[in-house]
């Protein structure tokens, strides 16, 4: 072919322009994920899309082998090859917990998005990017004042440091009467000192900032030493 097509570069396009609005997204929460890695698999994907369909129709066969291709042969590999991005940001962190399950999702969606521009869905591209925004940046707010009362809270892992072992119970006690629900106790007694860690998971108001746990619990009496960690 000795011209460009103009509805190849209106795809592209359009799928970088919807890629640009995914990685925006990840960009302003720092994710491992960001712009520019939106943007690539947008386009590419796009991009394998149309060569795809393209050359499924290119090359007919002839009158002696008739070649039947599946114009979107490349497009099913997309779906398969991407995953090996998304497994490469979900983390296992020390604390047994994972992240990056959403940025991994995310990755998956570009590819789709651009999948989809690639085969000359705008529309329905353009509408998967409004409604995969509002589900990862809307939604989550609405929750938090309208939503179950699981869908409210959110973990935290508190560690502290008590001196004298009766005073375990005490500050357990006093951690639940502070609104903090407790889903997991961990005791365990320091060799070098006296003193005993005590580690608990548990589940606040997701309205309520990390801080004022820290602060709250800073001022029971019998606790040395707080550390904690949003999950």
């Known amino acids: 072919m000795g011209y460009i097509d103009t509805e ?13 609005v995914i990685g925006l997204e990840r960009e302003l929460k720092r994710k491992p ?19 795809s369909i393209e050359s499924a129709y290119l090359f007919p066969g ?7 291709m599946d114009p979107l042969r490349l497009a099913a590999q997309i779906v398969s090859g991407i995953g090996f991005l998304g497994a490469g940001v979900i983390l296992r962190r020390g604390n047994d917990s994972i992240s990056g399950l959403t940025t991994a999702a995310m990755i998956w969606g570009a590819a789709g998005i651009g999948i989809a521009v690639g085969a000359g869905f705008y529309m329905e591209a353009t509408a998967g990017v409004i409604f995969l925004i509002v589900a ?4 989550p707010i609405v929750i938090t004042y309208i939503g179950p009362r699981r869908l409210r809270e959110k973990e935290i892992l508190l560690k502290t440091t008590i001196s004298e072992k009766k005073n375990i119970e005490k500050v357990i006690n006093c951690i639940k009467d502070e609104k903090i629900a407790i889903k997991n106790v961990r005791i365990k007694d320091i060799k070098e000192s006296d003193q005993h860690l005590l580690v608990l998971k548990v589940t606040v108001d997701y ?3 990390t801080t004022d746990v820290y602060y709250t619990v800073s001022l029971i009496e019998g606790v040395d030493v707080v550390e904690i960690e949003s999950l």
């Open 62 to 68: 002839d009158k002696d082998v008739n070649i039947t």
């Open 8 to 20: 190849i570069l209106i795809k592209l396009g359009i799928s970088a322009i919807l890629g640009l």
């Open 33 to 51: 994920v960001g712009l520019k890695t939106s943007l690539v698999i947008s386009i590419v994907s796009c991009l394998l899309t149309i060569v």
């Open 207 to 209: 309205r309520r900032s």
């Open 136 to 139: 990862v940046e809307i939604l």
